[in-house]
């Protein structure tokens, strides 16, 4: 499956600081994020569908993918684009034999080990996870740096999308070390002009693009 994304937006309502989460989500759009996945550890399934169901009404507009973190089955109901699993979550084999019509599975690397397990083979992306330490995410494994972008790069050919803690200041570096894609909370939830924080971000991206 293609990937032709680079700028991906993971939601976290919190993150917006007293914002609407549609109209950052919207203000993103016409930034540049050509790719959103909607996050809520918390909400209750009830929540989480309707919003999810608003968001994917918004994004189909704009021909915009929605991802839909953890609940693949919330992702199926209401045809979102597809969904993003790690670890602790139902692995993207059993999403994949439960969920045939899914368009995009992603799964995130913690592990060096991951590269050799089967798990890989029915993923459209992997991420990279984290790249840099988060405060936005804080139950992770180590943080992969760019040096660890860089052995992912030459250990698989699936698309990289890099996360952890990834900003205007450091975003052409995670480009140059190989990453296709970028995905965001803070940088673009939190700014207080998310479509120009997201403007600014793509702009930078295509500036270091190897195409
Ligand atoms: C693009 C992207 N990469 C990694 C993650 C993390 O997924 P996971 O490890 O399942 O952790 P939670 O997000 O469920 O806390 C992600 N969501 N998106
Ligand atoms: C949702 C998520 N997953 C991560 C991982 O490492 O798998 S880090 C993360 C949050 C990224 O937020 P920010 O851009 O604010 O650092
Ligand atoms: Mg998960």
């Known amino acids: 499956m293609a990937f032709p994304h680079k700028l991906y937006l993971v939601t ?4 917006c600081k007293g ?3 549609l109209d950052v989500v919207a203000a993103a759009v016409k930034g540049g994020v ?54 602790s979550d139902l692995s993207p084999t059993a999403i994949r034999a439960a969920w045939p019509q899914c368009n995009c599975l992603g799964y995130s ?17 992997l991420g990279i ?4 330490n988060t405060s936005t995410k804080v139950d992770t494994v180590r943080e992969w740096g760019l040096d660890g972008i860089r052995w992912m790069r030459k250990a698989t050919t699936k ?8 900003n205007l200041t450091n975003v052409a570096d995670v480009i140059k070390a190989g990453a296709d894609c970028v995905a965001v909370v803070s940088a673009i939830c939190s700014a ?5 924080a997201a403007a600014m971000l793509r702009n930078e991206i295509e500036k270091n693009s190897r195409s």
């Open 109 to 125: 690397i913690e592990y060096e080990e991951q590269l050799n397990n089967t798990e890989i083979i029915p993923s459209d992306y």
């Open 19 to 21: 914002k609407k989460l």
């Open 34 to 87: 050509d790719i959103v996945q909607f996050r809520d550890k918390h909400a209750t399934e009830e929540v989480f569908t309707n919003t999810a169901t608003e968001l994917q009404s918004l994004l189909s507009k704009n021909n915009i993918p929605l991802i839909i973190n953890d609940r693949w089955q919330v992702a199926q109901y209401i045809h979102a684009y597809g969904v993003h699993v790690g670890n």
């Open 12 to 15: 976290n309502e919190l993150a």
């Open 159 to 166: 698309p990289l999308v890099a996360i952890g803690n990834i």
């Open 129 to 132: 996870s984290p790249v840099f």
């Open 192 to 196: 207080d002009d998310p479509e120009k």
